[in-house]
């Protein structure tokens, strides 16, 4: 049974900064794709930031310079530090898995949420202006 457990959510002001942490159980491959997907009210998710088992990493365009996605691979764990947040980036964000080699292509991991095929049960995420 593959779980994902998010940690790290809460409140901050805009500009400020949040490490979001996703420990993973369930399985023993440590090359497997994980992201990080967010989701607003209204909104579809969007992929916020990807990492492959080899470190490669991929960002949306809309968070590149401000957020850092890294995973421990001893200890299944996928990290998001979040830099300047803005109010538009409240949401809850959820941490994802591909252990079906769906969501790996030549150059690293995709965005597409039809890819992972597990998902925590999401963190919140509140900026307020």
């Known amino acids: 049974q593959v779980t994902l457990v998010e940690s790290g959510g809460g409140s901050v002001q805009d500009g400020g900064s949040l490490r979001l942490s996703c420990a993973a159980s369930g399985y023993n491959n440590i090359d497997y794709c994980m992201g990080w997907f967010r989701q607003t009210p209204g909104k579809e998710r969007e992929g916020v930031a990807q990492i492959d088992g080899s470190g490669r990493v991929s960002y949306a365009d809309s968070v590149k310079g401000r957020f850092t996605i890294s995973r421990d691979n001893r200890k299944k764990t996928v990290y998001l530090d979040m830099n300047s947040l803005k109010p538009e980036e409240t949401a809850l964000y959820y941490c994802?898995?591909?252990?079906?080699?769906?969501?790996?292509?030549?150059?690293?991991?995709?965005?597409?949420?039809?890819?992972?095929?597990?998902w925590g049960q999401g963190t919140q995420v509140t900026v307020s202006s």
């Open positions: 994802v898995v591909d252990t079906q080699g769906r969501a790996r292509y030549a150059g690293g991991c995709s965005r597409w949420e039809s890819n992972y095929n597990y």
